[in-house]
């Protein structure tokens, strides 16, 4: 059995707000560049998600607008569930987000007050990939990149580049390298409800 990991990172830049805005909903609602429609229309024409039984995404609007093309092609309705949604990043006070990721990498119990640390979110993901498991479902699931980054850092060998930036291993392949990549999409391979193996597509 497969499921299918995805983020869509392209999204729409050049949107302005007061600085009073709440900030987890500014990113619940920020919607999917151009490329980032055309990117997701392509991952739905994949032979790997020809078979998918299932559909998840979290609220957020790029997850909701990457599952659209899917759920067109294949005929299937996406289900919602909030436990996908991307890690709370909490009050920033006089850091910045760029500096939490930072810091969250080499330490992944650090929070900001009313956020997540990576071994949260890692966990509510890891929580909810265990109850798709036991359906025996091929499926789907539309996440963020760091809310899968904290799933993935429970299942991988964690170390760090020549640059001290996170890397991730699964059976001694790189998963992950801490780029700044367009799309992320990761299969893992499901065996008597236990995942035996993770490749990134």
Do not use: W
Request: glycine content about 4%; aromatic content about 6%.
């Amino acid at each position: 059995m497969k499921i299918y990991l995805i983020s869509n990172n392209l999204l729409l830049d050049g949107l302005s707000y007061d600085s009073s805005a709440n900030l987890e909903l500014i990113r619940m609602i920020r919607p999917l560049s151009v490329n980032g429609e055309q990117a997701s229309k392509k991952i739905s024409e994949m032979k790997e998600f020809q078979n998918i039984e299932k559909i998840y995404s979290s609220f957020h609007s790029t997850t909701l607008s990457a599952a659209k093309y899917l759920s067109n092609k294949l005929e299937l309705p996406i289900n919602m569930d909030e436990r996908l949604n991307d890690c709370k990043v909490g009050i920033l006070g006089s850091k910045n987000i760029k500096m939490v990721k930072g810091l969250q990498d080499h330490e992944f119990s650090y929070k900001l007050p009313s956020g997540e640390s990576l071994n949260d979110v890692g966990n509510r993901i890891n929580n909810f990939i265990k109850e798709v498991c036991s359906k025996s479902e091929e499926c789907v699931i539309l996440s963020h990149k760091r809310a899968i980054l904290g799933f993935l850092l429970k299942h991988s060998k964690v170390g760090y580049n020549l640059d001290d930036n996170l890397i991730l291993e699964y059976n001694g392949k790189l998963i992950y390298d801490d780029s700044e990549s367009d799309i992320d999409i990761y299969e893992l391979t499901i065996e008597n409800r236990e995942i035996v193996d993770v490749n990134k597509l």
